[in-house]
């Protein structure tokens, strides 16, 4: 299995608290992703990330902000957390082009 | 129109039986194709890269069908443990960082 580890792998937690969740590899790949995933949506790009400090918005990133300092973590930032943000978040890692992305276990989020 | 679409399903079917679905992407300039499987409240697995020539990997078929920019998976002989929901991933030359995923076909495989 690829070496991606999230955390926390639950939490539950207010609407207006701050939450980070992070994703750390051990692969040295250069793209990192977050994704959530939600019933009757699939797998949704909240941001991604193509080196150390370069980071992107994806399909829905609106209430989320991430971080990339060193290359093995990717910071997922909720800054003022809503019931709407209650879902499965998973972070993704890859190699380069062509390549297969490889998933971490995934964060059980509930925001209440 | 979704850059990648598969049906639902679910695609119900006794052990042992033979069992297909398909993924349209909407892109022409898409790179690459991935199955991925996923279980209930697990992560998506990489069951599969798909190849322009097609491929097997034991009781999996991929196939690749550019002129109606769509791919497939075919599943002999099924098992119980077959039954998963089983997503298509693209990449495009444009927006090579970026995978887009179907939504994903529910099998489930019968005793």
């Known amino acids: 299995d690829a070496g991606i580890t999230q955390s926390p792998r639950h939490k539950v937690t207010e609407t207006g608290t701050p939450v980070t969740l992070r994703c750390h590899q051990t692969e040295n790949h250069r793209y990192m992703y977050w994704y959530r995933q939600d019933p009757g949506h699939g797998l949704r790009l909240i941001h991604y990330?193509?080196?150390?400090?370069?980071?992107d918005k994806g399909e829905v990133s609106d209430g989320y902000s991430v971080s990339r300092s060193k290359t093995e973590d990717f910071l997922l930032t909720l800054e003022s957390a809503t019931s709407s943000q209650t879902s499965v978040y998973f972070c993704a890692i890859r190699g380069g082009s062509n390549q297969p992305q490889h998933f971490g276990d995934g964060t059980r989020l509930s925001i209440l | 129109r979704k850059e990648v679409e598969q049906d639902p399903g679910p695609f119900n079917v006794p052990e042992g039986a033979t069992v297909a679905f398909n993924c349209t992407y909407s892109?022409?300039?898409?790179?690459?194709f991935f199955w991925y499987r996923q279980d209930c409240r697990k992560e998506p697995k990489l069951l599969m890269s798909?190849?322009?020539s097609g491929n097997e990997d034991g009781r999996f078929t991929a196939q690749l069908n550019r002129a109606s920019q769509y791919i497939s998976l075919l599943i002999r002989d099924s098992k119980l443990s077959d039954s998963a929901t089983y997503l298509c991933a693209v990449t495009s030359v444009e927006y090579d960082y970026k995978l887009s995923f179907g939504a994903g076909t529910t099998v489930t495989v019968r005793a």
């Open positions: 990330s193509y080196g150390v400090k370069d980071t």
């Open positions: 892109n022409s300039a898409s790179q690459s």
């Open positions: 798909v190849y322009s």
